[in-house]
C-alpha cells in the first residue's frame, strides 16, 4: 500500500514530490518557519503539483482559477478539512475549522450574527478603550526614555479585546496577571510543542496512536471549567449581555433543554449547544482572536516604522478622519489607506501559510481524478509573493489593497482569511481589532526604526 502510494502521481500528468523529494519536505518542516518551506516548494515545483500528506495523496494547488474551482464552485466536493485537523480531544473536535457537513453548518450559521455591521459597530468604543490602555504604556515609556516590547503590549490588547468580546469583562491582562483566564490561556498557548503540530500534520495517523489527546485535557479543561463558570454568572443576571457568549447561550432559547453528557458534548437539540461545544468556539476565538491580531498589529506597526512615507500617510488620513466625524465606529471607514496597510501587512506575513481541504465527493482538479479522503494544500505563502500576481513581491506596497486598485488584484490570490463559504468567519473582526488599536495608537504616537532593527 505504501509503495502505491508513493507512486501515485507518475502518471498523473502534474509536477510531484517523489517519496525522497517527500521525506526532505517532512525534514524541513521540521527544521525551518513553516512559510519558508511552503515558499520554497512553491517557487520549485510550481502553482499545481503533487505532494502527500502521511501517505494521503495530496494536490497542491496556488493557481487562482483552479483555486475558484475548489474553494467556490466545487465547494461541495471539498467543504471538510482533513483527516490530520480532526485529530484531538472532545473539545477540540468542536472548534467550527474542525467541523464537517451539518455539524460546520449549523455552528457556521449560529456564529455569523456575530460579525454583522451592526454588532461590530456596538463594539466600537469597548476596543478603543482597550487600545487607549496600550497608548498609555507606550506613552509612559517613551516619556521615561525606557525600552518596551511593543509585541507583548499588542498581546495584551488582543488578549483584553478577545475577553470583551467573547465574554463582556473587562480584562487588563497587564495588570492582573492572576485573573483566571489568563492562567487558562497560558495552560492552551504552551500545551502543543511545534514539533507535535509538524506531526499531526505530516503523520496524523502516527500522531493519533502517540498523543491522542490533542491538546492535553487539562489545558482545555480549565477553559471548560471558566466558561462554565461564566455560563453561571449570566444566568444569574436579570438582563442579558452584548457578547459572543450570550448569542451562543440564546440559542438554546425554545429548542429544548441543554444538558451534559459527560466530555463528549453531545448535540441534544437542533438549536441547542452543549458545554463543549461553546468551549470550542470560546478556545478558537483565544487561539485566533489573540495570536492572529498581535501579530498582525505588531508587524504592521513595524512596516510602517520602516517606511516612514507610509506612516504619514496613515497619519493625516486618521487626523482627517476623527476631525470630520469625531472618534466613532463611522471614521474608520475614512481610513481606507490604513486598511490597506493592514491586509499589506496580512500579505507579507499571513496568519496562515497554508490551508487544507479534504475530497468528500469524486471530482476532477486539474486533470487529477479525486477520490474522497484525498486532500488539497493552498500554499497561501507561495501565492502571496508570487511576482505574476503582487509585482515586488517583497516590497511593502499597501496601494495594492486600496478600492481604486481593486480591479488589479486578482481574485483568490489575497488568502489571509481564506476564501470560499468556508472561509475565516470571523474576518470582519479581525480587521476591525487592528484597525481600531492601530488607529488610537497613531492618533497619539508616531513609531520610528531602531538606528539597528531586529528584522523579523
Not at 472532545?90 to 475549522?97: F, R, S
Not at 481606507?336 to 493592514?342: K, T, V
Request: hydrophobic share 40%; with cysteine.
Amino acid at each position: 500500500k505504501i509503495r502505491r502510494t508513493f507512486t501515485f502521481w507518475n502518471d498523473k500528468g502534474v509536477p510531484y514530490q517523489t517519496f525522497w523529494q517527500y521525506l526532505r519536505v517532512v525534514y524541513d518542516l521540521y527544521t525551518k518557519p513553516l512559510h519558508e518551506v511552503v515558499r520554497k516548494n512553491y517557487e520549485t515545483y510550481g502553482r499545481v503539483y503533487g505532494s502527500y500528506q502521511g501517505i494521503v495523496p495530496t494536490l497542491v494547488v496556488g493557481d487562482p482559477d483552479l483555486l475558484s474551482d475548489v474553494l467556490v464552485k466545487d465547494f461541495k466536493s471539498f467543504s471538510d478539512r482533513t483527516e490530520a485537523q480532526k485529530v484531538g480531544n472532545e473539545v477540540w473536535k468542536k472548534l467550527i475549522m474542525n467541523l464537517s457537513g451539518e455539524e460546520w453548518r449549523r455552528a457556521r450559521n449560529i456564529l455569523s450574527p456575530a460579525f454583522t455591521s451592526t454588532k461590530l459597530k456596538t463594539i466600537f468604543f469597548k476596543l478603543y478603550h482597550i487600545a487607549g490602555r496600550a497608548v498609555t504604556r507606550m506613552e509612559n515609556a517613551a516619556m521615561g526614555e525606557q525600552p518596551l516590547a511593543v509585541n507583548e503590549v499588542f498581546e495584551n490588547c488582543a488578549m483584553d479585546s478577545t475577553a470583551a468580546l467573547m465574554y463582556g469583562i473587562d480584562l487588563d491582562s497587564f495588570g492582573d496577571l492572576d485573573h483566571p483566564l489568563l492562567h487558562c490561556c497560558e495552560k492552551l498557548f504552551s500545551s502543543v510543542a511545534s514539533w507535535q503540530l509538524v506531526m499531526l500534520f505530516t503523520m496524523p495517523s502516527v500522531y493519533k496512536l502517540l498523543l491522542p489527546g490533542y491538546p492535553p485535557k487539562e489545558s482545555t479543561e480549565a477553559l471548560r471549567k471558566f466558561v462554565s463558570l461564566m455560563i453561571e454568572e449570566k444566568q444569574k443576571k436579570q438582563s442579558k449581555d452584548d457578547d459572543i457568549l450570550q448569542m451562543l447561550l440564546d440559542t438554546d432559547c425554545g429548542e429544548g433543554d441543554r444538558k451534559e453528557s459527560g466530555a463528549k458534548g453531545d448535540i441534544l437539540g437542533k438549536g441547542a449547544m452543549t458545554l463543549d461545544e461553546i468551549t470550542a468556539q470560546a478556545l478558537l476565538f483565544f487561539v485566533a482572536g489573540t495570536d492572529t491580531v498581535m501579530s498582525s498589529m505588531t508587524y504592521a506597526t513595524y512596516f510602517l516604522a520602516l517606511n516612514p512615507q507610509c506612516q504619514e500617510r496613515v497619519l493625516a488620513e486618521i487626523d482627517a478622519a476623527v476631525e470630520k466625524r469625531g472618534v466613532m465606529y463611522e471614521s474608520l471607514q475614512d481610513m481606507p489607506y490604513l486598511e490597506a496597510c493592514i491586509k499589506e501587512t496580512m500579505r507579507l506575513y499571513s496568519p496562515d501559510s497554508v490551508t487544507m481541504r479534504m475530497c468528500t465527493n469524486e471530482t476532477t482538479v486539474a486533470g487529477v481524478r479525486f477520490k474522497p479522503g484525498m486532500n488539497i494544500d493552498v500554499p497561501i505563502a507561495g501565492v502571496h509573493y508570487d511576482p505574476e500576481f503582487f509585482p515586488d513581491p517583497e516590497k511593502f506596497q499597501p496601494e495594492r489593497f486600496l478600492p481604486e486598485n481593486k480591479g488589479n488584484l486578482k481574485p483568490l490570490t489575497f488568502l489571509a482569511f481564506g476564501a470560499g463559504p468556508r472561509n475565516c468567519v470571523g474576518m470582519r473582526l479581525g480587521i476591525l481589532q487592528v484597525k481600531v488599536a492601530l488607529a488610537c495608537i497613531l492618533e497619539h504616537l508616531k513609531v520610528f526604526k531602531l538606528l539597528k532593527p531586529h528584522v523579523p
